[in-house]
C-alpha cells in the first residue's frame, strides 16, 4: 500500500532526499519485530536524523491520518513494531548521538537509537552503567528498552527501566515536542510526564532523546551455576540465596531442554558431565574482601541441605561470560532450531511456588507431548514460557492451538493475581487478552489518555488497545 500521493510529496519537499526508502528489503526488514508472526506491509521507512525530522514527519502524518509505527531495534516479542497495514515506520536507527557523560551527576543524555551495549561501552571508563541489561543489548536501542519499560537480567538489583530514566525529549503525534524532567533527580511538580510515555509502547508519544541515570559498575562479582532437580528446587534455592552472605545481582534459570538448544545451535558443551532438569544461574556480590571465602561455606551447604545437584563457580571473567552464554543465548537458539509460541508471564513472589505448581496441568492438559522450554528471572518473578511448534505441526495450526490455550495460561496467572506480560509488553499479540491483567475501569483510564495525546489514532495504531 503506497503513501498517500499528498503525504509522499510534503516528505519530498519539506525533508532531506534520503528521508525516505520504499526499497522491498527496507520494508521486509524494517516493518517486523522478533516476533515473525504478523506479514510486513508498511508502506515506507522513515529514517529521521533529529527530533525536527520527527516532528515534521508526525505532523505531516497526523494532518492526513496516516498511521506511523515507531521502531528501535525490533528486539520486541509481543508485535509491538510490527507494522502490518500500511503504516509509515519510523526507524531511529540514525539517532545514535551520545553526549558525554556527566560524572559529577552521574547521567548520560543519548538520542533514542543509540544501542544499549553502546550506552554501557560509552559509560565504563568512568566506572559507570546504565543498569538495563539484557540478552539482547546488543541491537536493542535505548527508545525501545523505554518504550516497553523492558527489564531484563539484572531487575533483581536495580529494577526496571523506568527506575533509570530522569528526563526525556518526546514528540507527540500533532509534532509538539516535550521536554520532560531534563536531568533532575527530584522534580516534584505535579503529574510526573515521564512515566506516562515509559512502557506505553509508541502509542502514546515518540521518545527521541533521553537522559539516563548512571550507577557505579558492580565490583567483586562472582558467577556461578547449579543444577537443580524440579522446578520447586528453583524456588528453594532462591529463597536461600535471599538470605545469603552476598547481594543478588541476578538469579536466572533454565531448564534442560533450553540449555539443549542453546549447545546445539552454538556449539557449546554441556556445563556438567551429567545433565540435570533445571539450571540456576547466580550472579552476586559477596561481602567482605575476600570473595571466595565468602561464597565457599554457603555453596558447601547448599551442596550438603541436597538444593543442589551439581554445580561450578567460575574461576574468571571468560568463564563467567560461558555461564552467561548459556543463558543469554536462549531467545536465540529457540527461533534458529524451532518456532516457539512464547509467553512472557509474571507473578507475585509469594506466589511463586503455588502458581508452577498448578503450571504442569496447563501443559498436560492441552499439549503433552509438545517440547516446553522454561526459562526465567526467577527473582523478580518472571518467567519465560515457551512451546516449541512439533515439526510436523502446520505453523497456522499451531499458532491457533496456542493461542487457545494462551487464555488457559491467563486464566491461571489471573488468579494468582500475576500479569500476562512482564517485560514483552502487549503489542498485538497480547491485545485480546489485556483484560487479565487489567480492569475495565483501568483500560478506560487507558483509552482516555490515548484519545487525549493521538486523538487521530496514528501512532501505532491498533497496538495495546482498540480505538
Known amino acids: 500500500m503506497p503513501l498517500p ?26 516493518g517486523r519485530d522478533w516476533t515473525k508472526v504478523y506479514a510486513p506491509a508498511p508502506s515506507a521507512i522513515a529514517f529521521p536524523r533529529s527530533t525536527r525530522e520527527v516532528s515534521q514527519l508526525l505532523a505531516i502524518c497526523n494532518e492526513a491520518r ?3 509505527v515507531p ?11 510490527v507494522a502490518p497495514n500500511g503504516e509509515v515506520v519510523l526507524s531511529l536507527a540514525r539517532m545514535r548521538r551520545l553526549d558525554p557523560v556527566d560524572r559529577l551527576g552521574g547521567t548520560v543524555r543519548v538520542q533514542a537509537g543509540a544501542v544499549t551495549e553502546v550506552v554501557h561501552q560509552h559509560c565504563e571508563p568512568l566506572g559507570l552503567t546504565w543498569p ?47 521536554e520532560i524532567g531534563g536531568a533532575l533527580e527530584k522534580n516534584n511538580t ?29 565490583t567483586g562479582t562472582s558467577v556461578m551455576l547449579l543444577g537443580v532437580a524440579d522446578v520447586p528446587g528453583v524456588l528453594a534455592l532462591f529463597r536461600e540465596a535471599r538470605t545469603g552472605p552476598f547481594a543478588l545481582e541476578a538469579y536466572e534459570f533454565f531448564s ?6 542453546v549447545t546445539r545451535h552454538r556449539g557449546l558443551r554441556p556445563p556438567f558431565g551429567t545433565a540435570c532438569p533445571y539450571y540456576v544461574l547466580l550472579e552476586v556480590q559477596a561481602e567482605g574482601g575476600d570473595a571466595l571465602a565468602t561464597l565457599e561455606p554457603w555453596v558447601a551447604n547448599v551442596f550438603a541441605s541436597g538444593l543442589a545437584l551439581d554445580g561450578t563457580l567460575a574461576q574468571h571473567g571468560g568463564e563467567a561470560r560461558a555461564l552467561w552464554e548459556l543463558r543469554e543465548g536462549i531467545s536465540e537458539s529457540l527461533s534458529a ?7 512472557d508471564v509474571a507473578l507475585p513472589i509469594a506466589s511463586l511456588d503455588a502458581f508452577c505448581a498448578e503450571l504442569g496441568s496447563v501443559f498436560a492438559k492441552r499439549y503433552p507431548d509438545w517440547e516446553i522450554c522454561l526459562f526465567g528471572h526467577v527473582g523478580d518473578g518472571n518467567l519465560h514460557i515457551n512451546v516449541m511448534k512439533p515439526e510436523a505441526m502446520d505453523r497456522a495450526a499451531f499458532f491457533a492451538e496456542t493461542k487457545a490455550a494462551d487464555r488457559d495460561m491467563f486464566e491461571l496467572v489471573q488468579r494468582h493475581r500475576g500479569s500476562i506480560s512482564a517485560e514483552h509488553g502487549i503489542g498485538l499479540l497480547k491485545k485480546a487478552f489485556l483484560g487479565f491483567s487489567r480492569s475495565e ?18 501512532l501505532n495504531p491498533g497496538k495495546v488497545l482498540d480505538a
Open 337 to 343: 532450531t524451532g518456532l516457539p509460541h512464547k509467553n
Open 441 to 458: 475501569g483501568e483500560l478506560g483510564v487507558m483509552r482516555a489518555v490515548k484519545r487525549a495525546l493521538d486523538p487521530n489514532g496514528i
Open 66 to 68: 496516516v498511521g506511523v
Open 5 to 30: 500521493e499528498p503525504v509522499q510529496r510534503r516528505i519530498d519537499r519539506e525533508l532531506p532526499a534520503d528521508f525516505l526508502s520504499v526499497e522491498p528489503s527496507d520494508l521486509a526488514e524494517y
Open 190 to 218: 505535579g503529574l510526573d510526564l515521564r512515566q506516562l510515555f515509559i512502557g506505553s509502547e509508541g502509542t502514546l508519544g515518540v521518545v527521541t532523546e533521553a537522559t539516563l541515570k548512571l550507577t557505579r559498575i558492580a
Open 132 to 178: 538495563v541489561d539484557f540478552a539482547s543489548k546488543g541491537s536493542s536501542t535505548v527508545g525501545g528498552n523505554i518504550a516497553t519499560n523492558a527489564g531484563g537480567v539484572k531487575v533483581i538489583r536495580y529494577g526496571l527501566t523506568r527506575q533509570w530514566v530522569l528526563g526525556l525529549e518526546v514528540v507527540l503525534a500533532s509534532g509538539e515536542v516535550l
Open 256 to 261: 534442560q531442554a533450553c540449555l539443549d538448544r
Open 71 to 81: 521502531s528501535g531495534g525490533r528486539t520486541g516479542l509481543a508485535g509491538g513494531a
